[in-house]
């Protein structure tokens, strides 16, 4: 995943210029709109996995997240989905179900937050 939001300026103007020099490398059809969306979107893509940092996935941050969180955490962002794909009414069944399931996850993720710190603590002490 690129990270957008640690740039540094040097980053973000090579960004630009990548962004310039792919832009400008085909001739676009313009009589297409969809193609000529894609064309932008994928010159925007691939300048920024070339030139922009990526974020690295640090374990130690969340050190209780475990496989059932995971799974947990998989299972809300398709309910997300789902609610979106609804057209996002906020009193619908899929609303609900995505309410219920992130009221579920951020409960469970308290709770393991907790035991981890609890443990630790444990171990501390002894």
């Given amino acids: ?3 957008y939001r640690w740039s540094n300026s040097n980053e973000i103007n090579e960004y630009k210029n990548a962004v310039s020099d792919l832009l400008r490398s ?3 059809n313009f009589t297409d709109v969809n193609e000529t969306y894609s064309h932008i979107v994928r010159c925007i893509s691939s300048a920024a996995e070339k ?4 974020r690295t996935y640090k374990r130690f941050l969340k050190p209780f997240w475990s496989s059932e969180l995971k799974n947990k955490y998989h299972q809300l ?3 997300r ?3 979106i794909l609804s057209g996002r009414r906020t009193g619908s069944h899929e609303y609900s179900h995505y309410k219920a399931m992130k009221k579920t996850f951020r409960r469970d993720l308290r709770m393991a937050s907790h035991r981890y710190d609890e443990e630790e603590m444990k171990r501390i002490d002894t």
């Fill in 1 to 3: 995943m690129v990270a």
């Fill in 77 to 79: 962002r398709l309910a």
């Fill in 26 to 28: 085909n001739q676009l």
């Fill in 81 to 83: 989905l789902a609610w």
């Fill in 51 to 54: 030139c922009v940092s990526k």
